[in-house]
């Protein structure tokens, strides 16, 4: 079965959805039928990304069954919610916060049971106009997760969804959609994994993560789909008035990658500060797309991206800080930094300012792209240990500056974990 | 033979021949001072002893424990117990001092991630550290810093000679240990380099100035100009160069910059 109208139908029905949902899935395939696959050679956005030996018609839009998400045990989380492609989500959340009116849930049942809230916000950030995968995201997203956390609320324990690719030669295409009230402070966790490094999937991903006045919430994402993964994702934040973002990205898997974070920060006085980090083997390829629009007086933001690639890994990144005429007394800051393992690696790192207000404070970037250090190497050698260690330990320290950033003790060990299996 | 013995070495950088013959014998017990005005091609040997890749090795042996140790890597030369103090040690982020330490220590132990026995635990390590620290006056909260990051240039060194402390080598390198360093920190620097002293290590001091030769006294002073041995003798050849300075051999500026040195 091939993406169309009937298999929207059919997943919306699957799923019990309001009609209005329907419809808004109808519309997007209205769109992604009228798009054409991006071309790499013209569209500027679209520049270096290797598009060559992706099918879109060998994906079937979602399995059914596919079975549920392995239940592993998870400590000291507030709430879980885990999904493998468009199964029932298993979902679970402490009373006490329940009670405190956090809403956790489906996206398809806070469409019925919550739909002024989940209409006002779903999509908007998010648009399905943006280009093909946008649009297919929309009109056929798998499931995801809502998350409401009223006004005033804080949550100490993360609060984790976990989506499973649903088996070979299927789309996946989770969405979190997340709104902090005014003045609420919380983590959310998005866990992206295929139960089988070779399984063949086109992904998504995406999260819309609204901050309203005073927020503080923390963001993270770790992305460990299969090696033979097509990703297509999107990550969107919104700043209200004095909120503040902290937002920690993790790319490990996929064959070609790519993510779009665009931290909007509208509120005057609102902060984000955006780190991503990536690590690439074998033929991988990522593509990041960051954003970091200033669009009210008085707002800061500050990102890193730090990635190793080795054997032929590949990554593009093309990072945007905007001031917009407004955005007076704003500072930015930008960082994309790679290191390259071996001979055949290669990353390019395009930053672009677009300032169109002089009046701010500060408008930083800088990139870099080579090898571990000699001097670094030969310090430690120069100590006895030896130079797989060596080198083992210097990666490590590289990332760790974003590994650090990771507050879930659980997504850090996962990371650690998979990093010290794969850089050796 | 001595117990290291570095035999008519000749060294390039960069195409350029910085080291003309240079031999030298160093027992241990011994402390040996290796002085020498800007550009004379200390830091070249020092560099080279410890195997940092830059430097090409021309002609010469140097020998340590029956072998030829320029045909070894850096962390080779480190296990056979040798240890270079650098003059300018490097910052290395996101890795911590004491895991920095405790890899150096476990390589040395021959832990190789496999069997656990080998590793130091930690009581061990917090012991080994504990006393060495004091001496060098340094508080626990360096462990948890990364290495070098953010350290004073007092701070480094003091680290450089932490690291040979607890790494006891047999044959140790000081490349300008005492430059930039205030007079509180060569005697606490001083301090534990003569608490090392002994029948089992060999010390060679490269500096530019006599100064750090006040407080670790040399059995042998040997003066390196423009890539060759010119004199040696005994520590009363210090106190003549503290007198004299280089200006026998060169021309040199009241004040020389020793950063400029080349590296």
Redesign the interface.
Known sequence: MAFSRSAVEELSALHGEPDWLRARRLTSFGIYEGLAVPDTKRQEDWRQVDLKGLDLEAYAPFQQPNGRAPLGTLENVGATLRQRGTSPAVVSIAPELTQRGVIFMPLAEAARAHPELVQRYLFTGVKPEQDKFAALHGALFSGGTFLYVPDGVTIDEPLVSQFWSAGSGAAVLPHSLVIGGKGSRFQYVDEFLSGDRQEAALASGSAEVFLEEGANVGYVALQHWSIKTWQFANQRFQLGRDSHLNAVTIALGGQMARLRVEAILQGPGSSADLKGLFFGTGDQAFDFRTLQDHVGPHTTSDLLFKGALRDRAKSVYVGVVRVEPEARGSSSNQANRNLLLSEKAKATSEPILEILNNDILRCSHGATVGPVDPEHLFYLESRGIPHPVAERMLVQGFLGEVLDRITVPQVREAVDQELAARID | MADFEIKDLRVSVEGREILKGVSLSVNKGEVHAVMGPNGSGKSTLSHTL????NYKVISGQVLFKGKNILAL???E???LGM??A?QY??V????TMS??LR??IN??RGY?GKDKSKAINVKEFRALLRDEMSVLRMDDSFLSR?VNEGFSGGEKKRAEIL?MAV?KPEIAILDETDSGLDIDSIKFVSDAVNRMRGPELGVLIITHYTRVLKFIKPDYVHVLVNGEFVRSGGPELADWLEAKGYSEWVKEPAKAPAALEAK
């Not at chain 2, 290395?92 to 890795?95: A, S």
């Open positions: 410890m195997g940092h890749p890597q850096p962390e030369r480190a296990k240890f270079l650098l040690p490097v290395v982020p996101g890795i895991n920095f890899t150096a390589a040395k190789d990364y690291q790494l």
